[in-house]
């Protein structure tokens, strides 16, 4: 067994840390349904309610494997699937049921769908006051963008971190990485987790507003120092750590591929400059002007007598910050993402063995684990169904009714 497929189970003594935790997800798309994944895969049960016939619109977005979509197959495993449709007084019936026996639910929607729906917070409080309600928005339940349409790219561009990213003089660019989708699900877990625990003291559950906004503000934590409690506005390619400074970069080796340095301490700066025989810029760390496009001239001239294994081998050798800059396919195969097990797969009954990202965190007692492959569309609607008391006939009307 290679590294790439350790720990895909659990071993049968150990228990995940949220075993026993009851999720009821009614996401759609990728922040909510990452946020649930990584509660299932700490022990969490997830029952994931989906649109009878289409599903999670995600299932459908390419690249596409054999049914469902890469990305749905990266951010639903640990799940089990139910369709229902909502609009059905009988569907919400059967939400409400499965509201009344979940310790916690995630949704999505656009603030105001679910209270329409008669499915919202307060509503469902009523018949399970312990309910943790976990709301995923763009924009948050309140404020005056709250029912603005939106996606990843429009919420860092209201909190002022597009000019980040970019050249010098050239403007703002469209970032590579989610940071507020992907950072709403790890922002929601946590705060689903806030609420659980606050139960164990109060009794009650509460309403989890999180926004993909507010999520992304957390990035700029570090930037939001300058405009804060300075003059300067950090822009992409004229900040010190924005590409603005030689000593933070990216550079082309000699084979056509990229490096990276990040000798922002002046004790590694110093090391570097004496071992790239560049030893004249150890006293001018931080260049500005004419100075620094001459010393990013020199420094593209140094990077290109080495290839980047060279490169690589210098700076790990010599305590340097730098290292390669991978494809994502050379990412996968690179040493350490296999030893931190950042590539694992498991068996699926349609689409085959599959990949699946690893666990940001590891656990030395409760370690998250795969214990199910995601699910096909409604798999598992007729066992929850069964669970709630319904008969075989009841079961096969609600789902030639459209109920399921």
């Known amino acids: 067994m290679t590294n790439s497929d350790r720990n895909t189970h659990t071993p049968k003594d150990l228990r995940g840390a949220l075993t026993g935790l009851k999720v009821l997800d009614a996401s759609r798309l990728l922040p909510a349904a990452l946020c649930t994944q990584l509660l299932g895969d700490l022990g969490a049960d997830i029952l994931k309610v989906e649109e009878p016939g289409r599903g999670d619109y995600q299932r459908s977005f390419p690249p596409m494997g054999k049914v469902d979509s890469g990305t749905f197959l990266l951010c639903n495993r640990n799940k089990r699937s139910m369709t229902l449709n909502l609009k059905h007084e009988e569907g919400k019936k059967i939400f409400r049921e499965l509201a009344a026996q979940s310790d916690v639910v995630v949704e999505g929607f656009r603030p105001g769908v679910m209270d329409r729906l008669g ?59 989610l940071a507020a989708d992907i950072g709403a699900s790890m922002i929601g877990a946590w705060g689903i987790l806030a609420a659980v625990l606050a139960r164990q003291n109060t009794g ?5 507003d999180v926004s993909m906004m507010d ?25 010190r750590n924005t590409g603005g400074a030689p000593c933070y970069g990216i550079f082309r080796c000699k084979d056509g591929h990229y490096v990276t340095l990040g000798a922002l301490e002046d004790h590694f700066w110093a090391r570097f400059c004496d ?130």
């Open 119 to 177: 499915l919202g917070y307060e509503e469902l409080k009523k018949i399970n006051p312990r309910l943790v309600y976990c709301a995923i928005s763009g924009y948050g339940q309140d404020g005056p963008y709250r029912r603005v349409a939106g996606h990843d790219l429009n919420y860092l561009g209201v909190i002022g971190a597009l000019p980040l990213f970019g050249k010098a003089g050239e403007g703002p660019m469209v970032p590579g990485l």
């Open 204 to 208: 009650e559950g509460q309403f989890v």
């Open 215 to 239: 999520a992304a503000v957390a990035f700029l934590t570090y930037h939001a120092a300058e405009p804060l409690f300075g003059s300067v506005e950090p822009k992409g390619g004229e900040y």
């Open 275 to 404: 071992l790239a025989g560049v030893p004249q810029l150890k006293e001018d760390q931080f260049p500005e002007g004419d100075a620094r496009e001459s010393q990013f001239q020199l420094m593209e001239n140094v990077f290109r007598q080495r290839t980047r294994q060279e490169w690589v081998d210098l700076f790990f050798a010599n305590d340097i910050p730098g290292g390669p800059v991978n494809s994502m396919r050379e990412a996968f195969d690179d040493p350490h993402m296999r030893a931190r097990q950042m590539l694992l797969h498991v068996d699926h009954p349609i689409e085959g063995r599959i990949p699946q990202l690893g666990f940001p965190v590891k656990f030395s007692g409760t370690p998250a684990s795969i214990n199910s492959p995601p699910p096909s569309l409604g798999q598992h609607t007729g066992d929850v169904l069964a669970a709630l008391g319904y008969d075989a006939a009841r079961i096969a009307t609600l789902a030639q009714n459209g109920t399921t």
